[in-house]
Nanobody
Framework: QVHLVESGGGLVQAGGSLRLSCVAS????????MAWYRQAPGKQRELVAG???????NYADSVKGRFTISTDNAKNTVYLQMNSLKPEDTAVYYC??????????WGQGTQVTVSS
């Protein structure tokens, strides 16, 4: 089992920044895949950013150049640095971990609200 706890959400004005954190505990492997998703009201959950071993990352087109995913394996933590935030970035952000043995785990979500 893996437990994920997100933090760092909040209310910010357009153009501002936030950094989300996700701390993992449980049966963890360095080759697990980490990702951030978000879900806005009335919309489907979408991938925001993903990270795999070796430092490979991928981003949704809508956040490229503004968001950065990073990991600290020593702290079992993945971060999402969000800059130049826009009102359309408003959503609940979820941390996701897919383990090497096929487990798929989600955090409880953290609300990000960007005011115009």
């Amino acid at each position: 089992q893996v437990h994920l706890v997100e933090s760092g959400g909040g209310l910010v004005q357009a153009g501002g920044s936030l950094r989300l954190s996700c701390v993992a505990s449980g049966m963890l492997f360095s080759s697990d895949r980490m990702a951030w998703y978000r879900q806005a009201p009335g919309k489907q959950r979408e991938l925001v950013a993903g990270s795999t071993t070796g430092g490979l990352t991928n981003y949704a087109d809508s956040v490229k150049g503004r968001f950065t995913i990073s990991t600290d394996n020593a702290k079992n933590t993945v971060y999402l640095q969000m800059n130049s935030l826009k009102p359309e970035d408003t959503a609940v952000y979820y941390c996701n971990r897919v383990t090497v043995y096929g487990g798929n785990y989600w955090g409880q979500g953290t609300q990000v609200t960007v005011s115009s």
